[in-house]
């Protein structure tokens, strides 16, 4: 299956910083790569849609100017999450479908990123 | 109504006995089904997928769909220890390119 990496795998900030991620597609273009978000004993639910080239589409409630998104490449996505807060403490997963055939719609993830902030 | 809903758990089971987890869905456009398994801390890992009426078996484990139901569900057999995890039962929706997923099922299969 393809491979997707994120970086970094935890990170603890303070208050009122800011703090990036990163999704890379290692052996595949990933045209359009996903970002979840997973609190404790919930589901992933999806944040946004990061499309290379052209602006991030936002799921309704998040906040866009919160949680910047760059997809300048087509093996890599980042997640910004500005002036970080305590209620943004979660696990951000990064995902993409591969670009092989037969495209079967599964979607392959990356290891996530334990945010914890102070 | 939430869109995929699965039962929370925790099921048990004892080790060498089948477990049954389910899934409903809403969206009847819904083409394609998938099933991940969640370790704790990790992120999920794809078992297997489904998107015809039917069974499809893929080692211990066997997926079912019924479209007229709106009901999918993944059957484990011989459950082992390492099996103890949370499933999650995740579908394709109408306009949607991303998956949506249930809130997972945990699993405990006790030795």
């Given amino acids: ?118 | 109504q939430k869109e995929v809903e699965q039962n929370s758990g925790p099921l048990s089971v004892p080790e060498g006995a089948i477990a049954s987890l389910n899934c409903t869905y809403s969206d009847r456009g819904s083409q394609s089904f998938f099933w991940y398994r969640q370790y704790s801390g990790k992120s999920p890992e794809l078992i297997m997928f489904i998107y015809s009426n039917g069974d499809k078996e893929d080692g211990r484990f066997t997926a079912q769909l019924n479209k007229a139901s709106q009901y999918v569900s993944l059957l484990i057999r011989d459950s082992q220890p390492s099996d103890s995890a949370t499933y999650l039962c995740a579908v394709t929706s109408t306009g949607r390119r991303a998956l949506t997923f249930g809130s997972g099922t945990r699993l405990q299969v006790q030795p």
């Fill in chain 1, 1 to 118: 299956g393809a491979v997707v990496s994120q970086h970094p795998s935890r990170v603890i900030c303070k208050s009122g910083t800011s703090v990036k991620i990163e999704c890379r597609s290692l052996d595949f273009q990933a045209t359009t790569m996903f970002w979840y978000r997973q609190f404790p004993k919930q589901s992933l639910m999806l944040m946004a849609t990061s499309n290379e080239g052209s602006k991030a589409t936002y799921e309704q409630g998040v906040e866009k100017d919160k949680f910047l998104i760059n997809h300048a490449s087509l093996t890599l996505s980042t997640l910004t999450v500005t002036s970080a807060h305590p209620e943004d403490s979660s696990f951000y997963i990064c995902s993409a479908r591969g670009s092989g055939a037969p495209n079967t719609g599964e979607l392959f993830f990356g290891e996530g990123s334990r945010l914890t902030v102070l």
